[in-house]
Structure formats: structure tokens, C-alpha cells
């Protein structure tokens, strides 16, 4: 199978070894990955901060890039809902049919990882070693948009060596919601301290997540609060392999 990487653009800025991480987890499977190097932002954040006009040249870009691929995987659930779920509203909102078609044909194409792996490979088991205290915060988008299900807890409780603790009230927000975050700093701090609080109970070593803008949330006030635990997407955890020797 032949698919292309999604990268996302905060991944590629901020947590490139992200998306290495997701290649290494792929190619471990047999799959071919490409990464078109044309591929830029996928627009939600012009999208859900009311500038849908300016998205849909992103959106334009985005399905002539991948067009022709038979899936794209993306180690983001937030930037693949978008696709998924807000492509056919841009295409509607253009005025385009053409457009509107072609976001159809692609949008089904689009996965997050972990839903790849689970439910369109038939995978649980990728190989994983992690030998860590580690709890998962199940984020927003692919929770509530994608319903990726208990995919990423699947392909965690296979992991070799991992200790995986439940989070009480997992189902909460964390608080970051990409520039909420930063129009209701108070609601999103105080949202934040309750995750902080369920993931310390936990006594976890390591948080982890599908998206890495959630991590950088629960991270920055983990890391503020000087707990000692750690933050990992989830396609790190499995690339993780034991060392030889």
C-alpha cells in the first residue's frame, strides 16, 4: 500500500520527530509512505477563527496535493477532522462544485493514525516496546469528530513493557482548542488544571495523545508545575522498540 504523510503544519514546525516517528511506525508494517513536499496547512485555524474565505485556497492545495493517493495518515485527529469533517462545508461555502467533488472522492481517504492502523490495516500490534507508567488523554477532535474509539488504547495495550493507567474523566477537554486557549486564557488555565490534577492521581511517568497541540497544552503546565511527568504522541510510543544488545 501506497500512502502519503500529513504532516500538518504544527507537527512540522514544532514536533518533526512526530512525524518521523509515524514513517518508522508505517514502513515497520510495509507500507510505502511518500511525503509531498508541496503540502502546506490544511486551514483550520483560518477556519474556525471565521476566516473561511481565506481557508479555501488551503483547501484547494490540499486535495490537489494528495489527489491519487489511496490513503493519507496524518498523526493529528484535530487537523484530519477538519478534512474529513469541514472540507465539504469550505467547498459549499466556495461555491464549487468541482471543488465540492473532488473534497468527496479525497475526505474518505484521509485517516488519523491510530484509526488507520486499528480499522483500515486490521492492526493492533505494531511491535512496540515501552517500558514506562503511562496514561492516555483521548483529545477532543478524535474523540468527538473522528470516533476513533478505543483505537489508540488498542494499539497501546499492545505495547511490550508498558504499564497503562487509566484517566479518570478522560473524556474532558484539556483546555487548548487551538485559539481558545487564547481568547479565554482563564477557562482554558482552570480546564487545564483539572486535566493536571487526573494526570498526576495517575502517579503516570508519561501523557500521552494523538495530538500534539493538546501535548504542548498539558505539557507547558506540567512542566511549569515541575511534576516530572513527560508528554509522548502516541506515534512515538510506537516506534519505540527495545535496544539490541
Do not use: W
Not at 4 to 16: G, K, V
Not at 211 to 232: F, K, P, Q, W, Y
Amino acid at each position: 500500500m501506497r500512502v502519503a504523510l500529513f504532516i500538518t503544519c504544527f507537527n512540522d514546525t514544532l514536533f518533526p520527530e512526530t512525524g518521523r516517528a509515524t514513517v518508522e511506525v508505517l514502513e515497520r508494517l510495509g507500507v510505502e509512505v511518500d511525503f509531498p513536499l508541496a503540502q502546506t496547512c490544511c486551514g483550520q485555524m483560518h477556519f474556525n477563527t471565521g476566516y473561511q474565505r481565506e481557508a479555501i485556497p488551503l483547501v484547494r492545495r490540499f486535495v490537489e496535493i494528495f489527489d491519487g493517493y489511496e490513503a493519507v495518515v496524518a498523526p493529528s485527529g484535530s487537523c484530519v477532522s477538519m478534512v474529513r469533517e469541514l472540507y465539504p462545508m469550505a467547498a459549499d461555502f466556495a461555491g464549487d462544485g468541482r471543488l465540492a467533488e473532488s473534497v468527496e472522492e479525497l475526505s474518505p481517504k484521509v485517516f488519523e493514525l491510530s484509526e488507520f492502523l486499528v480499522k483500515r490495516l486490521g492492526v493492533t500490534d505494531v511491535g512496540a516496546y515501552y517500558p514506562h507508567r503511562v496514561t492516555y488523554h483521548p483529545t477532543c477532535h478524535s474523540m468527538r469528530m473522528l470516533r476513533v474509539g478505543d483505537a489508540p488504547l488498542e494499539l497501546l495495550g499492545n505495547v511490550r513493557g508498558i504499564d497503562l493507567v487509566e484517566l479518570s474523566e478522560a473524556e474532558e477537554c484539556c483546555g487548548f482548542g487551538g485559539t481558545f486557549a487564547v481568547k479565554n486564557a482563564d477557562t482554558s488555565a482552570a480546564m487545564l488544571s483539572d486535566k493536571i490534577r487526573r494526570v498526576l492521581d495517575t502517579e503516570a511517568e508519561v501523557c500521552t495523545a494523538g495530538d500534539n497541540s493538546c501535548l504542548m497544552h498539558i505539557g507547558g503546565g506540567l512542566g511549569r508545575l515541575r511534576t516530572g511527568v513527560e508528554t509522548a504522541h502516541l506515534a512515538q510510543i510506537l516506534a519505540s522498540e527495545a535496544e539490541e544488545g
